[in-house]
């Protein structure tokens, strides 16, 4: 069965330090895609970064990469240099490509906080 | 801005009322997704359409019914609205249907019922 598990519910980092949100995801479809959505305070959710199964390289956008471990179905979102900015909920997520429904599962969230 | 529209941004009704919620798409997205997050159900998937039609269905009471009508923009109706409706209901739009197709989420709207 499809399902997204976040084991950190909440963190504290120092600004300017890097940080990891775990990630670990169960299917059965060969073929899916990961996602990391931000979700600040004011509610919306902001697409950050997306890592395809097939792909052999992790993704990166910016400061945000995707640590993607396949055999070990891990998916951790690493932030480089965290600023003020970045706290935030953060939500893994994932989709099946031959699900009867595409949609998307999301984890329970990680509330990442920032010291100055 | 994820190009994705959503109205009301709030809206606050009585238990037993109807509420109809609104979204556009993105530009050239053809597939409109709802979700539905409250506090103890998170981030739930509640229906799919794709060129007007009715995809996938998840979580959705039959209390609730969308549709997306020719130009795209999407409608999600919620009645016989109860307490444990209120929530912050998200659409979401796609170009396609793989899993691939990254889903932009519109702002939201937030529902309370008093």
């Known amino acids: 069965a499809q399902k997204i598990t976040q084991t950190q519910p909440g963190m504290f980092v120092q600004e300017k330090e890097a940080v990891t949100l775990d990630c670990t995801y169960d299917t059965s479809d060969p073929s899916y895609g990961l996602f990391w959505y931000k979700q600040p305070s004011s509610g919306e959710m902001i697409f950050l970064i997306y890592?395809?199964?097939?792909?052999?390289q992790n993704a990166t956008e910016g400061r945000y990469s995707l640590n993607f471990q396949k055999a070990r179905k891990s998916a951790n979102l690493v932030i480089s240099a965290s600023q003020l900015g970045d706290s935030a909920m953060y939500f893994c997520a994932m989709r099946e490509e031959y699900s009867s429904a595409s949609k998307i599962i999301f984890g329970s969230g990680t509330r990442l906080s920032i010291r100055p | 801005d994820s190009g994705v529209t959503q109205t009301p941004k709030h809206l606050i009704t009585a238990t037993g009322q109807r509420v109809t919620l609104r979204c556009s798409p993105r530009?050239?997205?053809?597939?409109v997704y709802w979700y539905q997050q409250s506090l103890d159900q998170g981030l739930q998937f509640l229906i799919q359409y794709y060129n007007g039609e009715e995809r996938a269905k998840g979580n959705i009471l039959e209390r609730f019914s969308a549709q997306q009508f020719p130009d795209l923009h999407s409608e999600l109706n919620l009645s016989s609205l109860e307490l444990g409706d209120s929530a912050l209901y998200f659409c979401?739009?796609?170009?396609?249907?793989?899993?691939?197709?990254?889903?932009?989420f519109g702002p939201g709207t937030r529902l309370l019922v008093l």
């Open positions: 979401a739009s796609s170009g396609g249907q793989g899993a691939g197709e990254t889903q932009y």
């Open positions: 890592q395809g199964s097939y792909d052999q």
């Open positions: 530009s050239g997205d053809l597939s």
